[in-house]
């Protein structure tokens, strides 16, 4: 925070009434009276004198507040009027200009802070404080907050023992931390809706911590007693709070979010959101609270974030870099409150993240004056040059400034098209070519440099290697030459000498590098192995050591990843081999690879069928325009724009985006209406062809002569329909149960070690014969698990559960692997592990088979695994934080769904976004149409027969709706009575069974019919629900409704159009390995559009 925004140092506290002294108070303190009057009349005549008397006051002051204020009033009323005459805020340029003066201000207040009356008034309440002997020490109170936020923004805690006194003092923090809190609205004991106003005390505690935190190495010291948690409460209720009260919260959140540990705890606890409702508050009056906010988005969010919101990124680079330019004109490098390294620091990450932004930022920038590519770089290069001292200082803040230009610099120098403006400046050139050699870079900003930045050495060396001025890098092509005529002259070392592989990765991917070196060990009797963190420990310069690696390497492994991509470092290494060594590079893609395929999927001649529409090579950016644009392409070519269902798509963003508002083809008119209670004037559905005009006889069959009835009847199907809101797009229902198996399985630390021995047992029954021909005489074997598949490790779990513990520890004690022997508690816990994931497997295998129907098991699915849960947390022993998240994931991924199905939920568990997806309509009628199903996946469940009732109206009304819907749009309605009455249905009982050895889905919907009621003479559509409800299901016939389009019309074509939708995208994952198969090594040469063929043909060949 700038000092020149504090509050301005007049006394708020007005009104604290004189207590008159008593003559015991006189008698006992006369010598501190008498001493501050002599403190009072102390000449000041310069700097010095009136440093002397500062310090003089501020040690009289420490021994006045240890005295309770009702024993000496009288030497409070004489502090408190000197003490406003030393610290006015014309006064404070002398402690400005002088840090030793500010730091020994600033320490001196804080131990005063600590004293023990001080932190029993902060833990008062309100009421308390006020009272008459209280306000006295509220006014002094006040006032050391006050210097304290002051002072503490003039100190640049380079030295450790400073920032030691910070956490020696850190109890001061926490009871301030507790008194804000206590004075939130949400602690007032009346109702608060807005312009609530904070006491003194917590505006004063407030400031301080924005100054504290403002002094970024400071921060990790405060993320301690759930601070940033308590922050964000705060934040959420700001608007309650004046206008004037709530500026600092934002700026708080602003200051931790700078360092990267304050980034990750408040993501931790969801500041995005919270951000974004704060950003709807209005403010009284405009000030820069918008820029701060937007500020600690862009520091938050991840790069796909900021990249899709490419307005709203626009937005943000102008006012960041009018924000530098603004700062520049300051001789301080101030406006505002910000300081000109705060907008750098996030336009060194924003150019990390797309060089597109580098680009708007030099080109199509908005602001005043107007800027062109050549003065935006000249900008960043004078400021460089106002800050080349920064290393020879302590001041922080201005080495973060320093460190900040030289990463915007390194990233223009990537560009060719401005590289010129940079070789130019000679004076430029020097200062860079200073830092590449300077090592004071190596220890300076450790505590302040973020991920996104390289360090001052790097940095520099980076710029010059762009701009091949880097002395260093031509010494290495020298090198290299002579290595090169070396190996020539020496036919003989150059047969002994084995080739060497260099591991060029981001340390980012340290694990992923771990194993890859543990493979390529194996073989090291082959070649050598060079890695920085085996050849530079202790090396003078990282780079030449490096580059040397590099350039003795016959080939380079580059671990390919988003975050080696977004390194600037590893960029340099990779242009380096490729354009000056012209190596040859092995990529290794670290990240998993998001195909790309359109997939038909369809009932043909009653049968389940998938079929690859088109396999196409997408160029550039995925973005949702371009999926989009390419998805409408294929479905004109094929002209079934009025066929398709739903689209399941991966949880991509780009993919959500580009489908998140297709409608049913048909009803896009019913989502625009714009009066909905006036049924006067029309609706948006076109029944002219209703009016009952002769004319139209022949398109709509007559009806009892009423056609009224129909109209309404349809109208109202219709409605209905379109009310549900059903979107085009539905996630992946196997990619979503995947990631409440991947939260749970973040909660098993306790049960590793015998995971462990699992998994070591699996891995000997494969490479021991001695031990699996043991299995193979006692009938077992193991299967393999695949590791790409968390299903098939689970079955391995369950596979060696299910040999006799007795026979299976007797056979890993003879192959003397003893340490392996699985003990009782291994079993209890791997055991309760099987039982709470055996659902979970079962639904990952179901969901994802081939050709027939999937998208009817999700809901039940959920409906089973949700309730199964919520039994085990009684029952589980070893497992319950297992069990704890899975049910809290399958509620914020499914909660949408849960909520349809009238299920009570935690409504404090915060919902994903796939949640929503989940509401669609689809999920609850597709079952029905499911023989195995019907309506007894909800009648057998553990709903309350009160919500069991009402879904499954919902469920018939939604099924009849579509019907009418369906029967409309084919014009093939037949001459029946419609009746829109309620009917009876049969209804079903369970028969009595033991409980399964194992647990399965569904099983609770093994039953038999009683007695069928005889069936009232409804509407068709009404007989056909009917009758299949009452339908003798026995065999469960998954397809009845499809193999019995006489019996069933209405519902026939139903089942047809619904049961088609698959509930994952795996099929298209098939089709990749397809082309898998064809795009093979000796193939690599093959043209994309030879492949798409291929493709194509391979996985249509049955159409042939």
Not at 10 to 26: F, S, V
Not at 462 to 472: E, P, S
Request: negative net charge.
């Amino acid at each position: 925070m700038d000092e020149d925004s504090l509050p301005d140092t007049t006394d708020p506290l007005e009104n604290i009434p004189e207590i008159a002294p008593n003559e015991a108070e006189t008698f006992a303190y006369q010598h501190i009276i008498d001493r501050l009057e002599e403190i009072e009349n102390l000449p000041t005549t310069d700097a010095q004198m009136k440093r002397d008397q500062r310090s003089q006051f501020v040690a009289l002051w420490s021994e006045i507040l240890q005295i309770p204020p009702s024993d000496a009033p009288a030497c409070y009323q004489k502090c408190g009027s000197l003490l406003s005459r030393l610290f006015k805020q014309n006064q404070m340029h002398i402690i400005r200009a002088n840090t030793i003066i500010a730091r020994e201000m600033c320490f001196a207040c804080i131990s005063q802070l600590t004293h023990s009356n001080i932190s029993r008034f902060l833990k008062l309440k309100t009421e308390q404080q006020n009272l008459p002997d209280n306000r006295i020490l509220k006014k002094h109170i006040f006032h050391l907050l006050r210097i304290t936020a002051q002072t503490i923004t003039l100190i640049p805690f380079s030295k450790v023992d400073d920032r030691q006194f910070i956490e020696n003092h850190f109890e001061l923090y926490t009871v301030l931390m507790e008194h804000i809190e206590q004075s939130m609205p949400e602690h007032c004991e009346t109702k608060v809706e807005q312009g609530y106003i904070l006491g003194d005390i917590a505006l004063g505690a407030l400031t301080l911590l924005w100054n504290t935190t403002d002094r970024t190495v400071l921060v990790p010291l405060l993320l301690r007693n759930d601070f940033v948690k308590k922050l964000l409460g705060w934040l959420a209720q700001a608007s309650k709070l004046a206008d004037t009260n709530n500026r600092s919260l934002i700026s708080i959140v602003l200051n931790i979010a700078r360092h990267d540990d304050g980034a990750d705890e408040l993501n931790k606890y969801g500041a995005i959101d919270i951000i974004k409702e704060y950003m709807k508050i209005k403010p009284a009056k405009p000030d820069n609270r918008s820029l701060a906010t937007s500020m600690t988005l862009a520091l938050l969010s991840t790069p796909e974030e900021l990249k899709r919101d490419t307005k709203g990124m626009n937005n943000v680079l102008n006012r960041l870099l009018q924000l530098v330019i603004d700062c520049f004109k300051n001789n301080r490098f101030r406006h505002e409150g910000f300081h000109v390294s705060e907008p750098l620091v996030i336009l060194v990450k924003m150019f990390v993240v797309d060089e597109r932004t580098l680009e708007y930022v030099l080109c199509h920038a908005e602001t005043k004056p107007p800027s062109d590519p050549h003065s935006t770089i000249h900008l960043f290069i004078t400021l460089l040059f106002k800050f080349t001292n920064a290393l020879d200082v302590t001041n922080q803040i201005r080495q973060y400034t320093l460190i900040s230009l030289l990463n915007i610099i390194w990233s223009i120098s990537f560009q060719p098209n401005y590289a010129s403006e940079l070789t130019q400046d000679e004076q430029l050139m020097s200062i860079i070519e200073k830092f590449a050699d300077n090592d004071k870079g190596k220890v300076v900003l450790e505590d302040y440099k973020p991920r996104s930045m390289e360090g001052v050495k790097e940095a520099a060396h980076g710029i010059l290697h762009n701009l091949n001025r880097d002395v260093k890098t031509e010494m290495i092509l020298e090198k290299k030459k002579a290595y090169h005529d070396a190996r020539i002259s020496d036919s003989t070392k150059k047969i002994q000498q084995k080739p060497s592989i260099m591991v060029s990765y981001c340390h980012e991917n340290n694990d992923f590098c771990t194993h890859i070196l543990e493979v390529l060990n194996k073989h090291n009797n082959i070649f050598n192995i060079w890695i920085d963190r085996t050849h530079c420990q202790g090396v003078d310069d990282l780079w030449e050591s490096i580059a040397d690696g590099m350039e003795q390497a016959s080939v380079i492994v580059c671990l390919l990843s988003n975050q080696y991509f977004e390194s600037k470092s590893c960029r340099k290494e990779f242009i380096y081999a490729t354009d000056s060594l012209k190596k040859k590079l092995v990529p290794i893609l670290i990240e998993q690879f998001e195909p790309r395929g359109w997939l038909g999927h369809a009932f043909i001649d009653n049968k389940l069928k998938s079929y690859v529409l088109c396999f196409l090579p997408m160029h550039g950016s995925h973005t949702a325009n371009l999926l989009l644009q390419t998805y409408e392409n294929v479905i004109s070519m094929f002209d079934i724009q009025t066929k398709l269902v739903r689209l399941v798509t991966d949880n991509a963003a780009n993919n959500i985006k580009a489908f998140e508002n297709l409608i049913i083809p048909g009803f896009e008119h019913y989502f625009d209406i714009e009066d909905d209670d006036n049924d006067e004037k029309g609706s948006d559905i076109d029944l002219d062809s209703f009016s009952g005009d002769d004319n139209d006889e022949s398109a709509i069959p007559v009806i009892d002569n009423n056609n009224s009835n129909l109209i309404e009847l349809v109208k109202r199907s219709f409605d209905n329909v379109a009310a549900n809101d059903e979107s085009l797009r539905i996630p992946c229902f196997a990619h979503t149960i995947q990631l409440v198996v991947n939260d749970g399985l973040k909660e098993v630390s306790s049960m590793e070690p015998a995971l462990s021995k699992v998994s070591k047992i699996a891995k000997l029954s494969h490479t021991s014969t001695v031990f699996a021909a043991k299995l193979e005489h006692i009938g077992k074997s193991i299967p393999k698990p695949i590791k790409t598949r968390w299903n098939s490790q689970f079955n391995t779990v369950e596979k060696i559960l299910s040999i006799p513990s007795s026979e299976l520890n007797e056979m890993l004690i003879l192959v003397k692997r003893k340490d392996l022997c699985l003990l009782t508690k291994d079993y209890q816990m791997l055991n309760e592990f099987i039982s709470l994931l055996t659902l979970f497997a079962d639904a990952t295998t179901i969901t994802q088979s081939e050709n027939t129907p999937s998208i009817s098991f999700v809901a039940p699915t959920i409906l089973s695994i949700y309730y199964d849960l919520l039994n085990e947390q009684s029952n589980v022993l070893y497992t319950s934080s297992l069990c704890h998240t899975l049910l809290t994931s399958i509620v914020s991924r499914f909660g949408g769904l849960l909520d349809e199905l009238g299920v009570s939920i935690d409504k404090s568990i915060k919902q994903k976004g796939s949640s929503e997806l989940y509401r669609d309509q689809i999920f609850i009628y597709s079952p029905f149409l499911d023989g195995k199903f019907r309506l007894h996946w909800i009648t057998e469940s553990s709903l309350p027969l009160e919500t069991k009732t009402i879904i499954c109206d919902k469920i018939k009304n939604l099924i009849y709706d579509h019907c009418v819907v369906l029967q409309h749009s084919d014009c093939s309605t037949t001459t029946r009575e419609v009746n829109v009455t309620d009917d009876e249905q049969s209804t079903t009982i369970t028969t009595p069974r033991l409980t399964p050895k194992r647990k399965s889905l569904f099983s609770n919907i093994e039953r038999k019919n009683i007695k069928k009621q005889k069936i009232d003479n409804f509407a068709f559509i009404k007989d056909e629900i009917t009758n299949y409800l009452n339908e003798d299901d026995n065999d469960s016939n998954r397809f009845i409704l499809i193999n019995e389009p006489i019996k069933y019309k209405v519902l026939n074509q139903l089942a047809k159009k619904v049961l088609a939708v698959p509930a994952t995208s795996s099929p298209v994952e098939r089709i990749f390995s397809q082309s898998g198969f064809i795009f093979r090594q000796h193939r690599a040469k093959m043209s994309r559009k030879t492949l798409q063929m291929l493709t194509m043909l391979k996985c249509n060949k049955e159409l042939m």
